[in-house]
């Protein structure tokens, strides 16, 4: 069976046609345009690319969202990053492919294939955050995704960990969750942070020459700048807190981190781990937390996936 998995997120849509085992044939990669329906007419026109040099008839197509899909309703509901919201997308997206559509949130996805193919193979019950410009969450409870009641569930970056902590973003009203604390974005304001009290660092200087992000400080903290591994060690400690807490609520047998800031490795999960290990109640100290086995393309595996699952 072929199946194509697409995932849109807030800058591009990555789209794959799978094999049979979901190895990857071929993927399509285009900026993500403005507005539910072009974001739609885009999706069509990629899997039709990929449907042009297909050895065997593509199936069906999964699509992941980074918005809640209401499991009543069937409408992309809310998105804390993109303000998508309220639309139906499978219908519309079914009329312009000719094919079977099934839609699910990011991380889910990911989680998905974590699950199937990656690191949490085997596992009855696992947690995955997506750690990028937001925090993303997956959770599988006895080898299914949990969804939660209508759809909304899994969003473990809008966990709080500090009561009183800053705003969150986009569309959450939250304060101080787990994103606020140790997503891309808040390594961005804490590197910057830290260049302003410090303008002498390697931060500062990076920062004077307009190009400190999240990105350039992790790759100052790889290089071994003391002060940017604490940066990351500091956000790592908050992730730990939150784990702790998710550790308490779930008892998973892995925790796992994706997303473009696990590429930090050992110097984001290390503290984590530390605070998880400290605080966790001791019966659920016993996961591990690791790295999840996917990368950028853990969102499009899990489309394809969904896909093939509901074929
Ligand atoms: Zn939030």
Not at 249 to 263: A, C, E, K, Q, W
Request: glycine residues 14%; charged residues 15%; aromatic residues 2%.
């Amino acid at each position: 069976m072929t199946v194509i998995g697409v995932d849109v997120g807030g800058t591009k849509i990555a789209a794959g046609r799978l094999a049979d085992d979901f190895a990857i044939e071929r993927t399509v990669v285009i900026p993500t345009p403005h507005g539910g329906i072009s974001i739609l007419e885009s999706i069509a026109g990629l899997v039709a690319d990929l449907q042009s040099d297909a050895a065997q008839p593509v199936t069906a197509v999964g699509v992941g969202l980074p918005a809640t899909i209401d499991s009543e309703t069937g409408l992309v509901a809310h998105s804390v990053h993109t303000g998508m919201g309220d639309f139906n997308a499978a219908g519309p997206l079914r009329d312009l492919i000719g094919l079977p559509v099934h839609l699910d949130n990011d991380a889910n996805l990911a989680m998905l294939a974590e699950h199937r193919l990656g690191a949490a193979r085997g596992m009855r019950t696992a947690l995955l955050l997506t750690v990028g410009t937001g925090i993303g969450g997956g959770i599988v409870i006895n080898d299914a995704i949990f969804r939660g009641g209508r759809g909304h569930g899994a969003e473990l970056g809008h966990v709080t960990v500090e009561a009183d902590g800053p705003p969150c973003q986009g569309n959450c009203p939250g304060r101080g969750c787990l994103e606020t604390m140790c997503s891309g974005t808040a390594l961005t304001r804490d590197f910057r942070a830290f260049a302003e009290a410090n303008p002498d660092s390697p931060i500062g200087r990076l920062h004077a020459s307009s190009s400190l992000t999240s990105i350039t400080g992790l790759d100052l903290a790889q290089a071994g700048d003391a002060d940017a591994i604490e940066v990351v060690a500091a956000a790592g400690r908050w992730l730990g807190a939150g784990i702790a807490s998710l550790c308490n609520t779930f008892d998973p047998d892995i925790v796992l981190i994706g997303g473009g800031v696990s590429d930090a490795g050992e110097l984001l999960l290390g503290p984590a781990r530390d605070v998880y290990q400290a605080r966790a109640l001791p019966p659920t100290r016993r996961a591990p937390l690791a790295l999840a086995s996917f990368g950028p393309e853990a969102g499009m595996v899990g489309a394809g996936i969904l896909a093939a699952d509901a074929t």
